[in-house]
């Protein structure tokens, strides 16, 4: 599945809150397309940032955002490297602990023996694509599934902006119910669809490439849950079209937005007809779960 060409990746050492503000900042500015940020405890205890890119990298920029985020010193501790694709992933996957969302705990290969029976695991192997569970849009969104299967069982499920699958396997292997995932980049379309069939949903998971909801796949709708990790601008342009094919009571969980940028987003649903039923906030993020109240007019 993987590409032999190298990759090339910046790592910096910094305390936990320094990490998580670099990484929140690099996360928000960078191309998900072509840049995979995270930030992690390290087996030593020390708390590291990675980001890997499929391009060279422009390091200037790089420098500045670093420095815009936590302070020129860490710009000055980073160091640059190319890796050969294949390392990098084995590499970066096996540092990274399991994280534990309600009843989910995202993990790698390496953690598989460990999750006790009782708990669901989404086993996520490719670096590549967004979605190890770290970052805190994505843990929102998992808390936010978990939390509302519990009070209803939506039958027809859209995973929109899947990257690694991680949202749609949840939801599949949570609720046993089909599943669509879709992403406008073509690779991580194909990263999720490997990941869905490493968790035994490959049956359950359509994977879809598509930007936003143009794809005929996606025209039969309506959903009753829908979720959508994809940062505001593409949230706000997508209010109109996706409560249109949001079945009445249906619910949409919006993640992928800073604390700041909540607001807007609340008031380009709510003019859709959504309410706001659940705010779930970690690492500076916050996941909505908004809910079509009426028949549309
Ligand atoms: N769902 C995963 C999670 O929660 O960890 C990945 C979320 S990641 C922040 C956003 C994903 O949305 C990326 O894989 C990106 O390629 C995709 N994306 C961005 N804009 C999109 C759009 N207009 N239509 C479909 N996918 C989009």
């Given at each position: ?33 072509s ?61 990274l ?24 695991g ?27 299967v ?23 292997k ?39 909801l ?43 937005l ?8 609340l ?19 916050v996941?909505l ?9």
């Amino acid at each position: 599945m993987h590409s032999p060409s190298p990759t090339y990746v910046a790592r910096l050492p910094a305390t936990e809150p320094d990490a998580r503000r670099i990484s929140d900042l690099l996360t928000e500015c960078l191309d998900p397309a072509s840049a995979v940020c995270a930030a992690f405890e390290t087996s030593g205890g020390v708390w590291q940032v990675e980001v890997h890119f499929v391009a060279p990298l422009d390091v200037k920029a790089l420098r500045a955002m670093i420095a815009a985020a936590a302070g020129k010193k860490h710009a000055d501790a980073t160091v640059y490297a190319t890796v050969a694709q294949r390392d990098w992933v084995a590499t970066s996957l096996a540092a990274l602990a399991p994280v534990h969302a309600g009843r989910f705990i995202v993990h790698g290969a390496h953690d598989r023996a460990s999750i006790p029976i009782n708990r669901i695991g989404i086993e996520i192997e490719a670096a590549l694509a967004f979605g190890t569970g770290h970052h805190g849009t994505t843990r929102g969104c998992l808390l936010a599934i978990d939390e509302l299967v519990k009070r209803k069982k939506p039958q027809r499920i859209l995973d929109l902006g899947t990257g690694s699958g991680v949202l749609a396997i949840a939801a599949a292997k949570i609720l046993r119910k089909r599943v669509r995932a879709t992403d406008i980049d073509s690779r991580a379309v194909q990263i999720a669809r490997a990941n869905a069939h490493i968790n035994h949903v490959g049956a359950l998971i359509e994977t879809v490439r598509a930007a936003g909801l143009n794809a005929p796949r996606l025209a039969n709708a309506p959903f009753d849950l829908v979720l959508a990790n994809i940062l505001l601008a593409p949230l706000q342009r997508l209010a109109a079209p996706l409560a249109r094919r949001l079945a009445p009571n249906g619910r949409v969980v919006l993640s992928g937005l800073l604390l700041a940028h909540a607001n807007a987003a609340l008031a380009a649903y709510r003019t859709q007809g959504l309410a706001l039923e659940r705010r779930i906030r970690l690492d500076g993020w916050v996941t909505l779960v908004m809910k079509r109240k009426k028949a549309r007019r």
